[in-house]
């Protein structure tokens, strides 16, 4: 399958292993050169870190895409305050700090794409999965709108998954 990777990739992820697995993977399929980095995307220093440290290297964020994992199935019963803060902080909160790095290169070069990794449960609620129900569909309701330029200021295309522009 052609994924349409093509010169450079910059990855972040918690697991160092699977990390540089996946990113020796991509090198050796795709012939391509790659930034690989460990961190936490609920750290926004970390994040801005890794943007800098993405552009110094190759010299320009074209597209970025948030995903940053799933909250545990809870019902709403069994969930703390802490589980809330955490699930906004992975999903919601990741994909903002991201989108505050990012999008200002974006918008010098005037060219970019924003893709946010939902689920389905934004449009389709699932029982058990109300952090996942509610959290990620915080993430579109910000990042997905025609344009989203209420974001960006500008016209990128910015796309919060599979409901791009029904809000």
């Not at 540089?20 to 980095?37: Q, W």
């Not at 019902?75 to 902080?89: K, L, N, Y």
């Not at 609620?125 to 200021?153: D, H, M, Q």
Request: charged letters at 20%; one cysteine or more; glycine letters at 8%.
């Amino acid at each position: 399958m052609d994924l349409g990777i093509r010169g450079r990739v910059a990855l972040c992820a918690r697991n160092e292993k699977v990390l540089a697995e996946t990113a020796d993977v991509i090198r050796k399929r795709f012939g391509v050169r790659v930034l690989e980095r460990v961190l936490d995307v609920t750290d926004a220093e970390a994040v801005k870190n890794f943007v800098a440290a993405t552009v110094e290297r190759f010299g320009a964020v074209h597209i970025g895409v948030a995903n940053g994992g799933g909250p545990p199935c809870k019902t709403f019963a069994e969930t703390t305050i802490g589980d809330w803060q955490s699930a906004s902080a992975m999903n919601f909160m990741s994909a903002v700090y991201l989108a505050r790095e990012m999008l200002p290169h974006m918008q010098r070069q005037k060219w970019g794409r924003f893709v946010t990794v939902t689920s389905i449960t934004v449009k389709q609620p699932t029982e058990g999965l109300i952090l996942s129900n509610l959290v990620r569909a915080t993430v579109v309701a910000f990042l997905c709108s025609e344009k989203a330029s209420y974001v960006s200021g500008s016209s990128l295309t910015i796309d919060g998954g599979a409901v791009k522009g029904i809000y």
